[in-house]
């Protein structure tokens, strides 16, 4: 694989706030987003939704990849992300911090190599790594039975 990577996308305004966003080259349906009331009309996720879906995804995805990589069979991870907008010095919104919590459907004696690959499978996810260099973002994950497994922050 290539050491570097580039893909393309292109953003139409449809109409206010709304725009479709096309995934240039690929068979990937658009996606329609438009910014939050009273600015727009909530008729799709606004650009910060998708910034912690992105990290709440590739969180997830890489936990599966780790998971399997161990030859883990899991069932379906729930995650839930949490954003915090806060005002910059300038007094724009910027987001400030996401936190991210993971479920596992097992609990954790049922996994091979928990912990190695719990120590590792962060740092396979491109956007929170990148993300992390202007957001801080923490990350939890539990098992089926609640127990904390794993607990990582940006500070």
């Given at each position: 694989?290539?050491?570097?990577?580039?893909?393309?996308?292109?953003?139409?305004?449809?109409?206010?706030?709304?725009?479709?966003?096309?995934?240039?080259?690929?068979?990937?349906?658009?996606?329609?987003?438009?910014?939050?009331?009273?600015?727009?009309?909530?008729?799709?996720?606004?650009?910060?939704?998708?910034?912690?879906?992105?990290?709440?995804?590739?969180?997830?995805?890489?936990?599966?990849?780790?998971?399997?990589?161990?030859?883990?069979?899991?069932?379906?991870?729930?995650?839930?992300?949490?954003?915090r907008l806060?005002?910059?010095?300038?007094?724009?919104?910027?987001?400030?911090?996401?936190?991210?919590?993971?479920?596992?459907?097992?609990?954790?004696?049922d996994y091979?190599?928990?912990?190695?690959?719990?120590?590792?499978?962060?740092?396979?996810?491109?956007?929170?790594?990148?993300?992390?260099?202007?957001?801080?973002?923490?990350?939890?994950?539990?098992?089926?039975?609640?127990?904390?497994?794993?607990?990582?922050?940006?500070?």
């Open positions: 694989m290539s050491e570097t990577q580039e893909f393309t996308l292109t953003l139409t305004q449809e109409s206010d706030y709304v725009f479709r966003i096309e995934f240039d080259d690929t068979a990937i349906p658009a996606l329609h987003t438009d910014e939050s009331a009273p600015l727009g009309n909530d008729t799709g996720p606004n650009p910060s939704r998708m910034l912690v879906a992105a990290v709440a995804n590739c969180l997830s995805a890489s936990l599966l990849f780790s998971l399997r990589k161990y030859k883990n069979n899991p069932g379906s991870i729930v995650t839930r992300a949490k954003a806060e005002r910059n010095e300038h007094k724009r919104l910027r987001v400030a911090h996401v936190d991210v919590a993971i479920e596992l459907p097992e609990a954790a004696a091979a190599q928990i912990e190695r690959l719990l120590q590792q499978f962060e740092d396979f996810c491109v956007v929170t790594e990148s993300v992390r260099q202007g957001v801080a973002v923490d990350v939890s994950v539990r098992d089926a039975t609640g127990t904390l497994l794993h607990a990582s922050g940006a500070a």
